[in-house]
């Protein structure tokens, strides 16, 4: 499945990256991976969605990405870390990601508001759905 998204306003390029964050109830990790991704989608247009890694697909995902601890994180589909999350280990996998492309910080504020309106399949309200039958 095609996880990108590209978005070219006033003839900037922008491309949106998708995160997946496996997480656990009651774990601090888990919660300061969630406020660093909050913070940083101010700066890069991130999809965000959490999972249960409880869950039957959370632990499917986790197991054949090698998350082995909560948070897991999985950027457009592939296993990016797991465990506690280093800010600066995911802004320079952010910033690789966009070889060249802008961030959202680098242009006026109205872009800001333009993303909330972006909806492609399959992807519905800035969130990444996930369906059973999409993984493997």
């Known amino acids: 499945m095609e996880t990108s998204s590209s978005l070219e306003f006033d003839?900037?390029?922008?491309?949106?990256?998708?995160?997946?964050?496996?997480?656990q109830e009651h774990c601090c990790f888990c919660e300061q991976a969630q406020e660093l991704l909050r913070s940083l989608s101010y700066e890069y247009w991130l999809s965000i969605a959490t999972l249960d890694m409880?869950?039957?697909?959370?632990?499917?995902?986790a197991v054949k990405g090698g998350l082995?601890?909560?948070?897991?994180?999985l950027i457009d589909g592939k296993p990016f870390s797991y465990g506690r999350l280093s800010e600066g280990k995911l802004r320079r996998e952010l910033d690789c990601r966009l070889h060249g492309l802008h961030r959202l910080s680098s242009v006026p504020s109205p872009l800001h508001d333009l993303?909330?309106?972006?909806?492609?399949l399959p992807f519905v309200n800035n969130a990444w759905i996930i369906r059973e039958e999409d993984v493997p």
Do not use: D, N
């Not at 003839?11 to 997480?23: E, K, N, P, R, S």
């Not at 082995?68 to 994180?73: I, V």
């Open 68 to 73: 082995l601890l909560p948070p897991g994180m």
């Open 11 to 23: 003839g900037v390029q922008f491309q949106c990256i998708h995160v997946l964050l496996l997480t």
């Open 54 to 61: 409880g869950s039957p697909l959370g632990w499917r995902l």
């Open 115 to 120: 993303r909330a309106e972006i909806s492609a």
